[in-house]
């Protein structure tokens, strides 16, 4: 039998090229500082930081997390970078204020929906769509009402729903057609999350003290479901289960059996919990608790907080590792971003000068 042997620098080689190609980065938004922050996730270390607009507050990334598209607040733009040279490539002009973003699940197409009506017309909101490989806008859908909070795709990309709080609906748009259908909703609808099947869109109502059930194959609110004061946020477990409700004037979460479809249990937080991720084993939820500079760790079986989680000043965006090991936080009222060791629960890093409040968080190469 012959044996062979690979050269000793194409092993290193290779080596050198597997961990690269596992390696991280964190892509943070600092909303005073006009600059995106690029994160090592293996040191915690800012590695550059990249000239955008003015006041970045929202990062979109398309699957292969090759490019990024950050939302410039107040300069009515959208940055485009290039993930891999760490550079700013286009910028590209929409309409005043844009806010949350979103690309289609096949990557072709951003979608951009704005926290201001359009100029000249005080009755309508817009939605620029921009070609992701061009970088140009194609078309841009009029939705009602003044502003809107929240944008997600179901899971075939065929329709779009928009929160619209003013409207007091979730608007959906056709993404061939770019044909609208509205569904009224009962007061300042705020945030969106869709079932792990794509077969519910989950919508709190933040004028409303409830979360609206909305069945993706009709598009009909089959359940509005009474929850704590002031709803915000909302993450549906992996199993499709439960949906977890932040309730910021209460500081509490709501807990919701999405069989029954009902509150099976209500837990008390901290003040003012905004934001929900669950990690993608389904064992764990956490909460930022935005007054409180704390995270609140719920252990999902038992409903009852089983950690809390001292960070920086106002904590606002939460992201998870996609090996459920960290949590990272965004502490919008100071310069950094908190580390926290999932299985441990606690502190693991303090990430410092990454710019002036940090707002929202993305991974890429």
Known sequence: MKTYRLPLLLIIFAFAFASSALAQSLFCPARYSDEVAVIDTSTNQVVTQIPVGDTPIRIATTPDLLKAFVADELSGTISVLDTVARTNIATIRVYRKPGELEVTPDGGRLFVVHQAHLDGDPLHSPVPVIDTATNQLINTVLIPGQGDKDILFTLDGRFAYIANPSAGEVDVIDTTTYQLTSIPTPGFARRLCISPSGDRVYVSNNGDNSLSVIDTATQQVIATIPVGRRPLGNAVTPNGEEVYVTNAQDGTVSVIDTTALTVIATIPTGIRPQRVVITGDGTKAFVQNGFSD???????????????????????TLLGSPDDMKLYVCNG????????????LTVSDTIADVGSSPFDLKFAP
């Open 294 to 316: 704390t995270v609140s760790a719920i252990d999902t079986a038992t409903h009852t907080v089983i950690a809390t989680i001292h960070v920086g000043h106002r904590p606002w």
């Open 333 to 344: 009222g100071d310069t950094t971003v908190t580390v926290i060791d999932i299985p441990s």
